[in-house]
């Protein structure tokens, strides 16, 4: 069985991926949207948010913006795991963030001395009677 | 040193002038240790060179011929003149020395004052004294203006004679040969190289050199040089009485110390040459310094190496800035080369000219390997010489300069690498040199380890700057130091990363032979945790290259870098580049208008790559599958420029058009490509073919190469280009075009299954235990009997082998992942923006004001019709 079978269930298909901003929730994609171990871009408002969802079904929301190099590429990257710490890898120099805190692991600051820190939104499974809905903000 | 009381006129500044005279290999080393020291900080420096070009490697002077530019050759870093205010001279030589003025006097009529001259004016070549040697066509060999003069005439020359069948004489023999002349060699000693073989090594040189094509005539000199009407040589009349007929003749009969101007101001030389230094390279006159091949040091001789030579050069300039001194006492005259394509090495006392000396010998005359081992009375070992496998020789030069009994029988360590048993690597005394470049001894590379903590290769080799030199010793330098390493309980970690306990060689075989096929159960059965962004890519390689199937198909999609799961080129603002494949650079202008016209439509920056390609730059990702579609419609498809794959087989014309080639190396280049394109390696792969000897399309710096010969093709392997620059091995010659494709199959799964994560064939080669012999003897002769294995794997991917790009177009469930927001298809992303440079976009940098590329065209339909499909 590999994850990618449940997602395509008929049920699955229907679950969405919502993330907080702090006011309240936003529906952003469905999990089916999502190969386990990867992510996508989502636009919330004019901010870019990269989100996953890990081998166990987990979803996480952060930044999609590499502090490294200043390109919106980390829904581009690969999911994993430092000790007990679940990461996520940037594709464009490989620095590793902590996918619960957004917290860079290899650096303190970005090259422009700015923290490597990537934003993190509260992200959550939710299932849905409706069907495709995108929500802009 | 006292400062000078009465400064002669050129002499302006206060500080004290250092003139160097000679920019050659040994002046440039010791100018770089000379800036170096804390001592040099208020120094003038003025460098009086003969040759209109700053120092460059002499050594690798022949490989001038395959392709290497002078550029590459060059010793002297960019900016390095400037940033130490050198006074570099170019084109002037100094003509006189007056000692009691300090004054040194050039052609062009300059003066310099001096506090310190310091003389490294290098040798120059020997001409017998006989007859006609200044006729048109007589070359001798030691700068690039020589070589270049030797390129020149062979273009209109047939037969080329050397006179001197020593290192440098077989060398430039090579040279002729590779032109495509017929070549002889004409040396006065009964044997070749007779200064570092004996006479068995002798012979067998000599067989493996005229299997090569070159005629060897040993035990003649040379009478008189005969030239035609025109004054252009056309025969050599020999010490035998004969005639050999030839209209290009090379003298390489060894060299002379330059040491003309030392003599006229009166400074001791050696009787047959050689300015007398002593132990800190001064000469008789304590402000003149002596340097490299024009030197007659304290042990008497006059050193035609380079390592002696850069021992010199650190001794002089602590001798000059006063640093802790460095006494010369003498040097290795080891030597490990290629010639022609055999492994030579020879030393120590490489002729048993000891006291109670002994061979041990082993000699196999059918496979042309022939190693020589001297023992002392007292079981030391002596010296050396190995010709055909040199198999072991890092490790032989430092025990026999160690000059201690062997624990190892000496009859094993005589054996080629196949045949010794395997019993464990040999120890070497902690006083045994390693590094003969640096001088730096086993002792020290181990307490580097112990006491410096260093733990890796890199770390030692920037602590003691041992393998910093001409890199010989290398491998024996990784073998010290894991093996310390070891003793000292630190466990030497080849682990992938903290998910596998494994090397990705070791993953390869449980993938292969345990048939996994997923991720998911690799990490269950044999890993932990998630993985992460080292291992996933590696597994999704092995996969690849075992399984087959779809990179994006599945559970794999999510193990991808980047770059393979969007099948194009990350570039630093979050676009990619696409590479359309031009198999062996071959292109119709039609294609060629193609690739313009999709450039154009979509607004992307062109270049022309390296490896003859055309790259598009600024692709959203929204609009690649667009691009793609274009491509695939007008039969091409994107290429591998990304992947840790074959990224790109390169040709010259060849036979076909160029007038010197021999074979058709385009054809064989566009078969190639098609042949090994998709496959996924532990690291990029690059090739070429070159259709005749010159080597235009620089096989020898690519990790497989192919040239042309007349009678077939030699392959190439182990090439590097890039950051660490490596000339690749020949592992096979005059093959027919069946037997080559089936050893480059052989050669690149044997690679595959392997190689380290991220390690290039370059790498690979230096590391694998039995280095380049064992791979001949693995894919060429079967020695594990796995290469039917290996053509089976090889073909399962040929046949395997799909147009991903293509693939990707017709199926929509791959095609979701190409949208910029999964929650808004169709909107570009905002941050990737251009401004425009030279006539073409570029990403805009922070704080400019760019532009979005154009719309792209939409394909694959809206994400609800996709999802319901
Ligand atoms: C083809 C070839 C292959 C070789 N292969 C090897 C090898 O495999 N291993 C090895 O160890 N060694 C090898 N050598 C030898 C090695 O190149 C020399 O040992 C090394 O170059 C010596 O350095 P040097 O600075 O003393 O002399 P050079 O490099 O010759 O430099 C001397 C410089 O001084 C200049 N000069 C001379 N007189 C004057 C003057 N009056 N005024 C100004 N400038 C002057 C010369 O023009 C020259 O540029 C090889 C040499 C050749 C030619
Ligand atoms: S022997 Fe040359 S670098 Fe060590």
Known sequence: MTMTTTSRGPRAALEQVEIHDGRRWHRVCELADLVPGRGAAVLLGTEQVAVFRDRSGTVYAVANRDPFSGAQVMSRGLLGSRGPVPTLASPMYKHVFDLRDGRCLDEDAAPDGSPAVLRVWPARRATAAVSVHTEGV | ?869
């Open chain 2, 1 to 869: 040193m006292t400062r000078p009381t009465a400064p002669p006129a050129p002499r302006h500044t206060g500080r004290r002038h250092v003139v160097l005279i000679g920019h050659g290999m040994v002046g440039q080393r010791f100018l770089e240790t000379l800036v170096a020291l804390p001592g040099a900080a208020g120094l003038r420096i003025t460098v009086l060179a003969e040759e209109p070009r700053p120092a460059y490697d002499r050594v690798h002077l022949t490989s001038w011929f395959s392709g290497t530019s002078a550029d590459e050759l060059k010793l002297c870093p960019p900016g390095f003149v400037a940033e130490h205010g050198i006074d570099l001279r170019l084109g002037d030589p100094a003509t006189a020395i007056d000692r009691a003025a300090r004054t040194v006097t050039t052609a062009s009529g300059a003066a310099f004052g001096y506090d310190t001259l310091v003389l490294a004016t290098g040798s120059y070549p020997f001409v017998p004294p006989v007859p006609g040697t200044d006729a048109a066509g007589c070359h001798v060999y030691r700068t690039l203006d020589d070589v270049a003069a030797i390129r020149a005439d062979a273009s209109g020359a047939r037969v080329g004679a050397v006179v001197g069948g020593g290192l440098l004489g077989l060398e430039a023999a090579g040279a002729l040969r590779a032109m495509g002349l017929e070549t002889h060699v004409v040396e006065f000693a009964p044997r070749l190289m007779a200064l570092q073989v004996d006479e068995g090594g002798g012979d067998l040189l000599r067989r493996k050199v005229e299997d090569l094509g070159v005629r060897v005539h040993t035990g003649v000199g040379t009478r008189a040089v005969l030239a035609d009407d025109a004054g252009r040589v056309r025969a050599m009349a020999l010490s035998d009485g004969g005639e050999l007929a030839a209209d290009l003749v090379v003298f390489s009969a060894g060299v002379r110390p330059r040491d003309q101007l030392a003599r006229e101001c009166g400074l001791p030389v050696g009787q047959r040459g050689g300015i007398v230094v002593d132990g800190e390279c001064r000469t008789r006159d304590p402000r003149v310094h002596a340097i490299g091949e024009c030197a007659l040091t304290s042990d008497g001789r006059v050193h035609g190496l380079v390592a002696p030579g850069y021992a010199m050069a650190e001794t002089a300039a602590r001798a000059v800035a006063g640093g802790e001194p460095a006494p010369f006492t003498g040097a290795d005259t080891s030597t490990e080369l290629k010639l022609l394509g055999v492994d030579v090495a020879s030393f120590g006392d490489a002729h048993g000219a000891t006291e109670g000396a002994r061979d041990v010998l082993y000699s196999d005359g059918r496979s042309g390997v022939y190693r020589k081992l001297v023992i002392g009375g007292d079981g030391a070992l002596l010296g050396g010489v190995l010709v055909g496998d040199t198999g072991s020789y890092g490790v032989l030069r430092p025990l026999a300069a160690a000059g201690r009994p062997l624990d190892t029988a000496p009859g094993q360590l005589v054996l080629p690498a196949g045949l010794a048993p395997a019993s464990g690597p040999v120890e070497l005394p902690d006083d045994a040199v390693v590094c003969s470049c640096h001088n730096v001894t086993t002792g020290r590379i181990r307490a580097a380890v112990a006491d410096d903590g260093c733990t890796s290769v890199p770390e030692v080799k920037k602590c003691t700057k041992a393998g910093t030199g001409c890199g010989s010793c290398v491998k024996v330098l990784g073998t010290v130091v894991d093996g310390e390493l070891a003793s000292r309980g630190v466990s030497v970690d080849d682990r992938l990363c903290e998910h596998f306990a494994h090397t990705r060689a070791e993953l390869y075989d449980i993938v292969r032979v345990k048939g996994v096929a997923t991720f998911s159960r690799l990490v269950e059965e044999h890993g932990t945790g998630e993985g992460c962004d080292v291992c996933k890519p590696v597994v999704a390689s092995i996969l690849a290259s075992l399984a087959g199937g779809h990179i994006l198909d599945g559970e794999q999609a999510a193990l991808q870098d980047t770059n393979d799961h969007f099948l194009a080129n990350l570039q630093r603002n979050g676009s990619y580049s696409v590479v359309p494949r031009v198999p062996g650079g071959e292109i119709t202008p039609e294609g060629l208008i193609t690739i313009g016209e999709i450039a154009r439509d979509f607004g992307l920056y062109t270049k022309i790559t390296g490896g003859q390609r055309i790259d598009m730059f600024g692709a959203a990702v929204d609009q690649l599958p667009a691009i793609w579609r274009r491509l695939v419609d007008a039969g091409f498809e994107s290429g591998h420029a990304y992947g840790k794959a074959l990224r790109t087989v390169k040709s010259c014309v060849g036979q076909a058009w160029c007038r010197y080639g021999v074979q058709d190396s385009a054809a064989l280049a566009i078969e190639l490509e098609l042949r090994y394109r998709g496959l996924r390696s532990p690291h990029k792969l690059k090739s070429a073919v070159s259709g005749c000897a010159r080597e235009c399309a620089e096989a020898q710096g690519k990790d497989f190469g192919v040239i042309a010969t007349s009678s077939g093709w030699n392959l190439y392997v182990g090439g590097n280009g890039g950051m660490a620059p490596r000339h690749a091995d020949l592992l096979a010659q005059d093959l027919d075009h069946d037997t080559l494709v089936r050893i480059i199959d052989r050669f690149l799964m044997f690679y595959i299954r392997t190689a380290d994560r991220l390690e290039r064939t370059s790498t690979w080669l230096e590391r694998i235990e039995g280095g380049l012999g064992h791979v001949r003897a693995v894919v060429v002769d079967d020695s594990l009997g796995i290469c039917a294995d290996l053509e089976e794997l090889m073909a399962r991917h040929v046949g395997a082998y799909e147009d991903e790009w293509a693939a990707t177009l017709a199926d929509p469930d791959r095609l979701r992942r190409f949208t910029s927001f999964v929650n808004a298809p169709g909107t570009p992303d905002p941050a990737v923006t251009f401004v425009t440079e030279r006539g073409q976009i570029r990403p805009a940098r922070a704080g400019e004001h760019g532009t979005p590329l154009p719309r792209p065209v939409l394909i694959g339909g809206d994400r609800v019709e996709v999802r319901t499909a």
